[in-house]
């Protein structure tokens, strides 16, 4: 990052060309699927996906059980394409069956989309059987992978899918600034003309890449060369495989710290990916989400509030460039700050009450 490098220049053109090829390998999407890369955060590649994919007279279907999937549902209603979803509780995984139904009972639908790993919870849907029931039914599947990609198999001949995005900055570890969508190369050379927005055009986006190996426009040079590093040092931690197993030791340091002090996960276990955990809020008068926050900021521990709607709750991310020494330390200032604050009783609320 600390390089000028020429947007237009060989070098620059030669490692973007490079970092293409490494994240559609990671799918196992090299024969298939093109990596068409974009400026912006996570979001602004999730919308080139909707508005490119599906043809304006389309019809989406959602699988919503957080955050991520009701924004896919709004950027479909703002680009004014026809959609529906299914929802599904917070702390459900979505139930690849009961999408099964809705394709054999409901023919307008053309695609599906669905968000692999939901940080609102940190729940894990099941992608490879969603995939399998939207192929049995002729749907391309467009999935959201912002959280999961680079950590959680993904990989497109057991998963089918026609689309996927993600980001440079969460598992893959690079800095923020670009997102990337995994497209099959036989559909999105169909999808001229779909895109309700220039800027936000995979297929136009992917013509320049083919033409020149350019970005269409001004590219986050800082932010290629430093995922072109980051996929280096993915390499030499052992890929998806090493990646995921460091990520589940945090998980497993942290989730066990947290128990001994009381706290409780919202997820079982076996719906939990090992990428953000989310506990519930103390019901302990004392406690308060503000001091928690800045006592464990002052420490140097930076968390999350919660995002759901089903419970008051906070969450404590387990990727980046940490380990159980780190975690171990997360853990060890959360006692501290709960001494802070006198709570010594860190079980949650009654739900519902
Ligand atoms: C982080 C994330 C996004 C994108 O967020 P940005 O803030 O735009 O980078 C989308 N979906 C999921 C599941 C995410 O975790």
């Avoid at 939901?118 to 894990?124: D, K, M, N, Q, R």
């Avoid at 001091?291 to 089903?310: D, M, N, Q």
Wanted: net charge negative; charged share 20%; proline share 5%.
């Amino acid at each position: 990052m600390q390089r000028d490098w020429g947007s237009r220049d060989g070098e620059f053109v030669e490692m973007n060309s490079t970092v293409r090829a490494r994240l559609v390998a990671l799918a196992g999407a090299d024969g298939s699927h093109v990596c068409v890369p974009l400026q912006g955060s996570g979001t602004f590649s999730v919308e080139a996906m909707l508005g490119t994919v599906v043809p304006r007279a389309g019809k989406l279907l959602v699988l919503v059980n957080g955050a991520y999937g009701r924004r896919m549902v709004e950027m479909a209603l703002t680009m004014g394409r026809s959609v529906d979803a299914l929802e599904w509780a917070e702390d459900e995984p979505v139930d690849p069956d009961v999408l099964g139904r809705r394709l054999s009972a409901d023919t307008s639908v053309t695609h599906v989309a669905v968000v692999h790993c939901e940080t609102t919870s940190g729940i894990l849907n099941p992608l490879v059987e969603v995939a399998e029931v939207a192929a049995a039914h002729g749907r391309p599947l467009l999935v959201d992978a912002m959280s999961s990609f680079g950590a959680l198999p993904v990989d497109v001949r057991t998963a089918p899918f026609a689309a996927l995005a993600a980001s440079s900055n969460k598992c893959l570890e690079g800095v923020p600034g670009m997102g990337f969508v995994l497209v099959e190369r036989e559909l999105l050379a169909g999808c001229q003309g779909n895109a309700h927005s220039l800027s936000l055009d995979l297929h136009a986006q992917w013509r320049g890449f083919e033409g020149n190996g350019q970005w269409r426009f001004t590219p986050p040079t800082h932010v290629v060369a430093a995922l072109s590093q980051a996929l280096d040092e993915h390499a030499a931690e052992g890929g998806v495989r090493g990646r995921g197993a460091r990520y589940a030791r945090n998980h497993r340091v942290l989730v066990e710290g947290m128990e001994a002090l009381g706290f409780t996960c919202l997820l079982p276990r076996q719906v939990q990916a090992p990428v953000i955990t989310t506990f519930l809020t103390p019901a302990d008068p004392r406690f308060g989400f503000d001091r928690f926050y800045e006592g464990l900021s002052a420490r140097g521990f930076v968390i999350y509030p919660g995002k759901l709607t089903v419970a008051s709750s906070f969450r404590i991310g387990c990727i980046g460039r940490v380990g159980e020494v780190e975690m171990r330390a997360a853990v060890e200032a959360v006692r501290a700050v709960l001494a802070e604050m006198g709570v010594t009783d860190c079980s949650p609320a009654r739900r519902g009450a």
